[in-house]
């Protein structure tokens, strides 16, 4: 069966965030047109659909690394702040939508609280992993389709590319025949 590994993260992303999008209790509040999402940033983002894209991202990083907080999750999307003449410093992103983002995904059911001696944090719950398996499944089974159609254009192009060579081997030799002729 197809997980989560096998398949492009970006891809994936994209399909579970145009999925979370139809979901009711994953909904963009009021100020996240306007916030930035951490202070390494100049600008909010430009995608009107970020927090979307944000809430599919965070639920892979869920499923993949286990039992994990808002602090981890701000350092995995915190970035590199431009301070013009002095050198560039790390900064964590902002925690008040992440936090906002995995309230939402538990309300749905995706996610759950974990508590344990050691690790604590939010864990994917079997209907948050069935989902993204589901999501993972459903672009595998698309990928042969492009591919297949992709591969009799990459034949082609090399078929096209060797008669290409043969016809300058046999005009260069044409013209060395031309040129010993005249001599």
Same mark, same amino acid.
């Given at each position: 069966m197809v997980n989560v590994y096998d398949i492009d993260p970006q891809k994936l992303i994209k399909a579970t965030a145009e999925k979370l999008k139809k979901l009711e209790n994953i909904k963009e509040p009021e100020w996240a047109k306007f916030v930035k999402t951490g202070h390494s940033k100049e600008r909010p983002p430009i995608e009107k659909d970020w927090w979307y894209i944000r809430a599919a991202a965070i639920l892979r990083k869920v499923y993949i690394r286990g039992p994990i907080g808002v602090s981890k999750l701000r350092v995995l999307f915190g970035s590199k702040k431009n301070r013009g003449f002095k050198p560039e410093k790390f900064f964590k992103a902002a925690g008040n939508h992440i936090?906002?983002?995995?309230?939402?995904?538990? !309300? $749905?059911?995706?996610?759950?609280? !974990? $508590?344990d001696d050691v690790h604590k944090g939010r864990v994917i719950t079997p209907k948050g992993k069935s989902f993204l398996d589901k999501i993972a499944t459903e672009l595998q089974k698309e990928a042969p389709k492009k591919e297949a159609k992709a591969e009799p254009k990459k034949a082609s192009k090399k078929k096209e590319a060797a008669k290409k060579t043969e016809t300058k081997k046999s005009s260069s030799k044409k013209a060395k025949k031309t040129k010993s002729e005249k001599e």
């Open positions: 936090r906002k983002i995995l309230q939402q995904l538990e !309300k $749905e059911g995706l996610v759950t609280k !974990k $508590e």
